[in-house]
């Protein structure tokens, strides 16, 4: 795949025309008057069928599982071949958003990518009906909260929330912060260790699915923040927060023997950094966009600062990136088909280069239109501020860099034995 | 019910290319795209065949190349199939040439309870081709529609006039032009767009339809170009230097132009 095909073209004719006459115009409400994300990735969703087909692939894949569990024969589930255009047709809508507004993907990622991704990969199938479905088609809004005060990067390592078994019950305290949708979750998976007296270290990492309104559970306001404001961040308190079984992922702690707990949110991770090269290619294409045409209107010393060489070296630079991004989106599509899963340093590489050459083309857009490029009217100004983020969440440089080093190294050491 | 609707695929206004000097008429050799005025009557059809419980929406088109862009967006969007009239004798065709052929590609695309087209295409717009197509098959014909009512056997049109509307009703089958902007236009589903590649679209020349092709083209064609011309560049603005004293000149100019 060197180019998007004639369909995929067309739907990204369609999904574009549809954000520049639905999203753009609200751009300043979102971006500055806390407007919700939702309603309009609903209407997106809704417009494009994107729900139905959601409801459809989660029919077929509950019933697949309700005959597997009643015994029945059913054929061996593959990794692929699979229509290239079920992967492409999401990534469109996801670069298309970050032209425009990059937080709604991040809203819409946390809570259909992550949040109902982890209950579809670790759920039972009465939690995957009870929760995933309406995660899914985005009637409902999910947050993933692993993050605390004191554990970002050390995840696992220092994280402190707990759930204490109380007769059939647990009972869950503890504090989340930086949680994508947190202040208008319906739908929440809270990460934390089963303390049953033992060291801190030695506790097993579990995940609980909790609903908005729940006794001893509190979602904060919006917290104020650099950039991608029309995605809601906030805090998530807990106090005694009273769960069944029901409610722990998997159904049982059997569930979490051994290190399942930690390798599923591996894999999650892994999704979440694939996600990021879409988003950053999105935010470059615009940039770019924008700056030739500034480039070209703008004169200055009697010809068009594009004429300038320092501004071309600008120029040249975003178009790199643009072409390593789209290259990188296209071969997650094509090996997505073909049925080749991404190794966890492959995708920790490509979120490591996306989020880094998003934010020096956004800056460097920024730059490129002076005095306006700092003003908020001419867009490259949020898009600096939103494309930062990238290089923080789902993992920041530095762990990608640890990540992609530390696979690398252990392989060379493996294959050397 | 069974609608059918005709539809322009013309050059994106976004990207109007060039006239020719030789045929004196515009390049049509690149990408074709439905023209949006028609995307209105196809939303009529889709929501008509809807309204009626059953039936299907069967595209007609008559362009150059085998050109298809067009008609897989309206595919997408919902409707069946699609007859495409594409003949290189059709080069030069006027808007009766256009007639002629659309009427019998009509008559291929099967029995039709209802014509729509579009009250006049974005880049010919001689508004004609909508009439004479009901000529042609001696139909009906009602133009202006706003919006459009199937009653059994007849069909109840708003009829856009300068004051308001007009109710009309006329048996069917019939012609009706509708009105741009009348309705939403859908957006095609992602799975719409997958299906519209699998939709059958019949490929056609003259010889197909038993058109002569003596009749249309350049060799029919009752209207010849003679000339194509730049347009007049506007008038150079007169420009003011500001030597500080600029508002007294402008307010003068003003004055002379008896505007203050
Ligand atoms: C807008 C936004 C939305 C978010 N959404 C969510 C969400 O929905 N759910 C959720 O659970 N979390 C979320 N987060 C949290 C996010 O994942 C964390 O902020 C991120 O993992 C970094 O953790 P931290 O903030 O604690 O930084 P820290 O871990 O304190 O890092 C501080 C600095 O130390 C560096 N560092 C850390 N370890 C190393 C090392 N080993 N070597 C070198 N340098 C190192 C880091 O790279 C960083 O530069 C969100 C964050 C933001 C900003
Ligand atoms: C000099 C000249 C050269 C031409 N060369 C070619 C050529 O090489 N190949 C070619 O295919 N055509 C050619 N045409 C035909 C031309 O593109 C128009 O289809 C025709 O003149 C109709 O005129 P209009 O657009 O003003 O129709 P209008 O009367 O304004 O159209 C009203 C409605 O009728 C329907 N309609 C009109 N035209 C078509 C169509 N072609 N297909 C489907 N529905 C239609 C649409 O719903 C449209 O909105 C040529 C025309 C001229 C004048």
Not at chain 1, 27 to 42: A, I, K, S, V
Not at chain 1, 119 to 140: F, V
Not at chain 1, 319 to 347: C, D, S
Not at chain 2, 192 to 205: L, W
């Amino acid at each position: 795949m060197y180019q998007w095909s004639e369909e995929q073209e067309m739907v990204r004719t369609m999904v574009r025309d549809f954000i520049d006459k639905e999203v753009r115009p609200v751009r300043e409400d979102l971006e500055f008057g806390d407007l919700p994300p939702y309603d309009l990735l609903r209407k997106m969703f809704a417009t494009f069928g994107m729900s139905d087909m959601q409801r459809e692939s989660f029919r077929k894949t509950i019933e697949r599982e309700k005959a597997i569990a009643a015994g029945e024969e059913v054929a061996e589930k593959t990794r692929g071949p699979r229509d290239p255009n079920s992967i492409a047709f999401t990534m469109i809508p996801i670069i298309e958003l970050c032209r425009v507004c990059p937080g709604m993907v991040t809203a819409m990622g946390v809570s259909m990518g992550l949040t109902a991704a982890s209950i579809m990969s670790k759920g039972t199938i009465e939690q995957k009906e009870r929760w995933a479905l309406d995660l899914l088609t985005m009637d409902k809004v999910g947050a993933w909260a692993i993050t605390e005060p004191n554990s970002g990067s050390d995840a696992f390592g220092s994280m402190a929330s707990t759930a204490r078994r109380d007769g059939d019950e647990y009972v869950l305290n503890g504090q989340k912060t930086f949680i994508t949708n947190g202040p208008h979750a319906d739908t929440i998976v809270f990460i934390c260790k089963l303390d049953e007296g033992n060291p801190p270290a030695e506790r097993t990492v579990v995940q609980f699915v909790l609903d908005a309104g729940m006794p001893g559970l509190e979602q904060t306001k919006p917290l104020r923040k650099m950039g991608i404001h029309s995605s809601p961040t906030g805090q998530l308190f807990l106090d005694d927060v009273r769960v069944g079984a029901d409610r722990l992922l998997g159904g049982s702690e059997e569930a979490y023997k051994g290190s399942a707990g930690k390798e599923a949110s591996k894999a999650t991770f892994s999704m979440e950094r694939t996600g990021v090269a879409a988003m950053a290619l999105g935010i470059v294409d615009r940039c770019l966009e924008l700056c030739l045409a500034y480039a070209n209107d703008r004169v200055l010393f009697g010809q068009p600062i594009g004429q300038f060489q320092l501004i071309q070296l600008k120029i040249a630079k975003m178009e790199v990136a643009r072409l390593n991004l789209q290259n990188m989106v296209f071969r997650h599509i094509e090996m997505g088909a073909a049925g080749e899963p991404v190794t966890y340093a492959e995708a920790s590489a490509t979120k490591l280069y996306a989020a880094q050459a998003a934010a020096e083309v956004a800056n460097e857009a920024v730059q490129l239109f002076g005095g306006n490029g700092y003003m908020a009217e001419y867009e490259v100004e949020q898009l600096a501020r939103d494309a930062k983020v990238l290089q923080i969440y789902a993992g920041t440089d530095e762990i990608q860099v640890v990540a992609v080093a530390k696979a690398l190294l252990r392989d060379a050491a493996s294959a050397a034995n | 019910m069974n609608v059918v609707v005709c539809v322009k695929q013309i050059p994106d206004p976004a990207d109007p290319g060039a006239l020719d000097p030789n045929t004196k008429t515009l390049k049509r050799d690149g990408k074709l795209i439905l023209d949006e005025s028609d995307s209105y009557g196809v939303e009529m059809a889709l929501q008509l065949v809807d309204a009626a419980g059953g039936g299907e929406v069967t595209l007609v088109s008559m362009a150059p190349n085998g050109e298809t862009a067009g008609l897989r967006t309206a595919l997408a969007m919902g409707a069946a199939k699609a007859v495409l009239v594409s003949d290189d004798a059709l080069q030069g065709s006027d808007a009766l040439g256009t007639s002629k052929v659309l009427a019998k590609a009509i008559e291929r695309a099967g029995q039709a309870d209802l014509i729509l087209t579009a009250t006049e295409s974005s880049d010919g717009y001689t508004g004609t081709v909508p009439e004479q197509i009901a000529e042609l098959l001696s139909l009906p014909s009602v133009t202006f529609a706003k919006s459009i009512t199937v009653d059994g056997s007849s069909v109840k049109v708003q009829r856009q006039t300068e004051s308001g509307y007009d109710d009309v009703e006329c048996p069917l089958p019939a012609v009706v032009s509708v009105t741009a902007g009348v309705v939403e236009p859908r957006y095609p589903s992602f799975k719409g767009i997958m299906a519209a590649k699998s939709k059958p679209v019949d490929q056609v020349g003259l010889g197909d339809l038993g058109v002569d092709a003596g009749s249309v083209g350049w060799a029919g064609a009752g209207q010849e170009i003679v000339e194509i011309a730049t347009a007049e560049a506007r008038a150079a603005s007169t420009v003011v230097e500001d030597d500080g004293e600029a508002f007294q000149k402008i307010v003068d100019m003003l004055a002379e132009l008896k505007i203050v």
